[in-house]
């Protein structure tokens, strides 16, 4: 595994040969998320995973997520060399590769979102007005449970304790700044109406239990857009690819190995 920094404020690590494939966390995780997939994955693909701006060794990207997903695509140009890549993103890291996807459309030519969608409810907005609220007024660790039971199912947490510490000590390393500016970009974002401009074709997918983006979200992603594949995986939540991880790589490299 390579590490390296591109366009000098970006932290990205490489792994594997062949066409690049990039991974973007979730808010309530980290790239470390993906270590469980990332070996078969390289089989096939050049792993790139980047710490988002403001995780990780990545500088935060000020004014929104459009400036976080703009700072994403000029380090994916980079590190590619320019080359079309295909994309993954988890949660968070889904929604700043659609946006990626809308505002460079010749970034990426295959696209996966796993457990994420184009606008929440009422109730999700909520959710995330409340979760950076509380963070704010009495820290992360306030809501830490709260976002561990966002990531993972209960039956789950208690039948993995090692990984839930690992989890919640990956969450309780994030900058709150970044994580409340985040919770208000997720707050108020509405996508839907764009999603017909996204040229890439795409596989949907989503945890059976995942209460922070509920399949609901994702079917109506999968709906709106111009080609897609909508894929439901059973007996997971928000980070399938920490509960499924062989499922989880099977459905994507099904979907992407086509492509030459």
């Not at 510490?165 to 839907?192: K, N, P, S, W």
């Not at 509920?214 to 857009?225: H, I, S």
Request: hydrophobic share 50%.
């Amino acid at each position: 595994m390579q590490s390296m920094f591109v366009d000098g404020r970006v932290a990205v690590t490489a792994s594997g040969d062949g066409r690049p494939l990039v991974l973007l966390h979730s808010l309530l995780a980290d790239a470390a998320s993906f270590d469980r997939v990332i070996p078969a994955l390289a089989r096939d693909f050049r792993v790139l995973v980047p710490d988002l701006p403001g995780f990780g060794g990545s500088a935060p990207a000020p004014d929104g997520l459009e400036a976080v997903a703009d700072r994403v695509a000029l380090a994916v140009r980079e590190a590619t060399g320019g080359r079309p890549a295909a994309g993954l993103g988890n949660g968070y890291g889904g929604f700043v590769l659609l946006l990626c996807a809308l505002r460079h459309p010749d970034l990426f030519d295959r696209l996966v979102f796993a457990d994420c969608g184009a606008c929440f409810s009422e109730p999700g907005r909520e959710a995330f007005r409340g979760m950076a609220r509380a963070a704010r007024e009495k820290g992360l660790a306030a809501i830490a449970d709260t976002a561990m039971r966002r990531l993972f199912a209960p039956a789950f947490q208690a039948a993995h304790p090692a990984l839930m510490t690992e989890r919640r000590a990956a969450f309780l390393r994030t900058d709150i700044d970044v994580f409340q500016a985040a919770c208000a970009a997720l707050a108020g974002l509405d996508l839907r109406a764009r999603l017909s401009d996204v040229r890439a074709p795409a596989l949907v997918l989503v945890g059976e239990h995942d209460e922070a983006t509920p399949p609901a979200m994702a079917r109506e992603l999968a709906a709106g857009l111009p080609d897609a594949r909508f894929v439901m995986l059973p007996d997971c939540a928000h980070v399938p690819q920490l509960q499924a991880p062989e499922t989880f790589a099977r459905e994507v490299i099904a979907f992407l190995r086509p492509v030459p």
